[in-house]
């Protein structure tokens, strides 16, 4: 999917129509029976409603005329008192099921696409922006839910009064039916006219409020920031100009609707008031009896409100057309990173070896250049190499190929001998634990966030590794323990604790190749001794790849490789490297002369 449509420039029009809704359709045709009670209890309701006319027809024709018999008038509201049981049972029992179909399409909807999602490469969240994303399978989706738990049925009881009562009144009146008719004729000409611009603006109206929730998120993340600059106004004039924006959206959605409203309830009653006067003159002449111009006046009046009704739901319906259509974008994104039919099984003995074979790589926002350049490397089981050099060498992008986030435009990239590409990438990586410089941490418990580098490890294992990492202390001093909430972001840790649950994380993982990116950065020298303490017993017998800025973390390495432009210009062990007059050397110098 391309990144997200600016929000006040309609997309292709076809995500603005009807036919999108069969991505709803689809998910409700998973659940036939709740969808025939559905429909029964929409036919027995349109049908009751229908018969009320009928009743008074009756109880006018027997009770208000000469020589009245009483039993045949008790009958005639006994009959119209069943009628409204009935509509009541019906109106009820449509009410659950189409209420049950809402909730459980869109439940369905949300699952389907955030497991889809979660088969997509970065490069997709790159490109669009996860917030916008998450509005999507919120405001979408709840919008989705209105339209099948409430609109579609509306829309489907009114079309039916319509056509049952235009039945009705063709015999009740055939004469009068028909002058009716040429009325609602009149009235489809402002539904075709008028329903293509507030396709274009529901479309709209869903892109702006999407954007409203995304710079919710993006600021709220950021509120220190905000407050620590001082831009609290600025942004507070950002989130006023959004709603203005989706404000205006609204109103020339609103307005549009409110005009096919009047216009259509207009024409549907004018028409009526026509029809009736034609209608008092026949009964004047004995044409018609008074039962019958009441159930006509009835049943007229059940046609206008029907119609007048689906105006106004066209409009929802539309708005869920375009929901269901940027659900379907998300829907229709399939991974570029994916196994194989036939995948290559990787070795049983896992050494956690890595090669790089004249790796050429560009990103896709940034074809021009190249970030890794016929890039060669290979690190050897149990073998810790370090990767330094200055900001874009293409550092941080040996990880993400590693992980195969990527896959290179030329060269492979191997892992215990088996190029990437070639295998099923959820095997590789769970051979790989990655201690990455901004430490995520979920807003979980602290048991949770341990548990995500094994789920199934129990508590013993927990504190083991926590242990090891030197996060126990912290740990059990916590409140509840491991079961404490440490909020978003793990906002209740400090910044070395949140990397020593990271490692902690990784020990729990036990992959044979372990990456760790900055690991030690922006720490004070008591969290980063503690926290590289703790590294050294993660890095015992595993095969390491380290990328760093501050060189005095990887004077251990077994080699030390010097990037600059996407290649290698040196490669030794620290002493000899500081020995020489390389780029190491210098960038070395250069930093131990200033601490």
């Known amino acids: 999917m391309a990144s997200s449509p600016q929000p006040d420039v309609p997309t292709d029009p076809r995500q603005r129509r009807i036919g999108n809704l069969r991505l709803v359709w689809r998910h409700a045709l998973r659940y036939p029976w709740q969808i025939l009670a559905a429909f029964v209890a929409l036919c027995v309701s349109s049908a009751a409603t229908l018969g009320i006319p009928y009743g008074f027809k009756r109880i006018i024709?027997?009770?208000f005329s000469t020589g009245v018999d009483p039993h045949a008038v008790t009958t005639s509201f006994h009959y119209l008192l069943m009628i409204v049981v009935v509509l009541a049972l019906a109106t009820a029992a449509r009410f659950w099921f189409v209420s049950w179909l809402g909730e459980r399409v869109v439940a369905d909807l949300r699952i389907e696409v955030q497991a889809n999602l979660l088969t997509?490469?970065?490069?997709?969240?790159?490109?669009?922006?996860?917030?916008?994303?998450?509005?999507?399978?919120?405001?979408?989706?709840?919008?989705?839910?209105?339209?099948?738990?409430?609109?579609?049925?509306?829309?489907?009881?009114?079309?039916?009064?319509?056509?049952?009562?235009?039945?009705?009144?063709?015999?009740?009146?055939?004469?009068?039916?028909?002058?009716?008719?040429?009325?609602?004729?009149?009235v489809m000409a402002p539904l075709i006219l008028l329903g293509r611009r507030i396709r274009s603006f529901s479309r709209s109206s869903q892109d702006r409020i999407a954007a409203i929730g995304g710079l919710a998120t993006e600021v709220l993340g950021a509120m220190k920031i905000v407050q620590a600059f001082g831009q609290e106004a600025r942004e507070a004039r950002r989130f006023q100009d959004a709603v203005a924006a989706v404000f205006s959206a609204a109103k020339r959605r609103i307005g549009v609707r409110a005009l096919m409203t009047a216009?259509?309830?207009?024409?549907?009653?004018?028409?009526?008031?026509?029809?009736?006067?034609?209608?008092?003159?026949?009964?004047?002449?004995?044409?018609?009896?008074?039962g019958s111009i009441a159930a006509f006046v009835l049943t007229g009046g059940l046609v206008a409100g029907a119609l007048g009704a689906l105006a106004e739901v066209y409009g929802d319906l539309l708005r869920g057309a375009g929901a269901a259509s940027r659900l379907g974008e998300l829907l229709a994104e399939r991974p570029e990173i994916r196994a194989p039919a036939r995948p290559v099984a990787l070795p049983e003995t896992a050494t956690g070896r890595l090669t790089f074979e004249r790796v050429t790589f560009h990103y896709?926002?940034?074809?021009?250049?190249?970030?890794?350049?016929?890039?060669?490397?290979d690190i050897g089981a149990g073998q810790t190499v370090a990767v330094?050099?200055?900001?874009?060498?293409?550092?941080?992008?040996?990880?993400?190929?590693?992980?195969?986030?990527?896959?290179?435009?030329?060269?492979?990239?191997?892992?215990?001998?088996?190029?990437?590409?070639?295998?099923?990438?959820?095997?590789?990586?769970?051979?790989?634990?990655?201690?990455?410089?901004?430490?995520?941490?979920?807003?979980a418990s602290a048991r949770d966030n341990l548990r995500y580098g094994a789920w199934d490890a129990d508590d013993a294992a927990l504190w083991a590794a926590a242990e090891a990492a030197n996060a126990a202390t912290f740990l059990r001093a916590l409140p509840d323990g491991l079961d404490t909430y440490l909020g978003e972001g793990g906002a209740r840790l400090s910044g070395g604790q949140r990397?020593?649950?990271?490692?902690?994380?990784?020990?729990?993982?036990?992959?044979?190749?372990?990456?760790?990116?900055?690991?030690?950065?922006?720490?004070?020298?008591?969290?980063?001794?503690?926290?590289?303490?703790?590294?050294?017993?993660?890095?015992?017998?595993?095969?390491?790849?380290?990328?760093?800025?501050?060189?005095?973390?990887?004077?251990?390495?077994?080699?030390?490789?010097?990037?600059?432009?996407?290649?290698?210009?040196?490669?030794?062990?620290?002493?000899?490297?500081?020995?020489g007059s390389g780029l190491y050397a210098r960038l070395a110098k250069l930093q131990f002369e200033v601490a």
């Open 61 to 63: 024709d027997r009770g």
């Open 120 to 186: 997509l490469a970065p490069r997709f969240f790159e490109e669009n922006r996860p917030s916008e994303i998450a509005s999507r399978l919120t405001s979408d989706t709840t919008l989705i839910e209105q339209v099948v738990g409430s609109t579609v049925s509306i829309a489907l009881r009114n079309l039916f009064t319509t056509i049952g009562g235009v039945a009705y009144l063709l015999v009740l009146s055939p004469k009068l039916a028909g002058l009716l008719l040429v009325g609602i004729m009149l």
């Open 263 to 290: 216009l259509v309830i207009g024409l549907v009653f004018g028409a009526i008031v026509l029809v009736l006067q034609q209608g008092a003159l026949d009964v004047a002449a004995g044409r018609m009896t008074g």
């Open 364 to 377: 896709p926002s940034r074809p021009e250049v190249a970030a890794l350049d016929d890039f060669t490397l």
């Open 388 to 443: 330094v050099g200055p900001s874009g060498a293409g550092k941080s992008t040996l990880l993400q190929l590693a992980q195969r986030f990527y896959d290179p435009q030329a060269g492979r990239v191997l892992l215990d001998g088996v190029a990437l590409a070639d295998a099923d990438p959820a095997l590789v990586r769970k051979r790989i634990a990655m201690v990455p410089q901004d430490t995520v941490i979920f807003g």
């Open 499 to 579: 990397q020593r649950l990271a490692i902690a994380r990784a020990l729990l993982r036990d992959a044979p190749l372990l990456l760790l990116d900055e690991a030690t950065s922006a720490l004070d020298a008591e969290s980063e001794r503690l926290v590289q303490d703790a590294l050294d017993r993660l890095m015992q017998g595993r095969t390491t790849m380290v990328i760093a800025h501050r060189l005095a973390t990887v004077r251990k390495a077994d080699r030390i490789v010097v990037m600059e432009d996407g290649r290698i210009v040196e490669q030794g062990t620290h002493d000899a490297l500081f020995a």
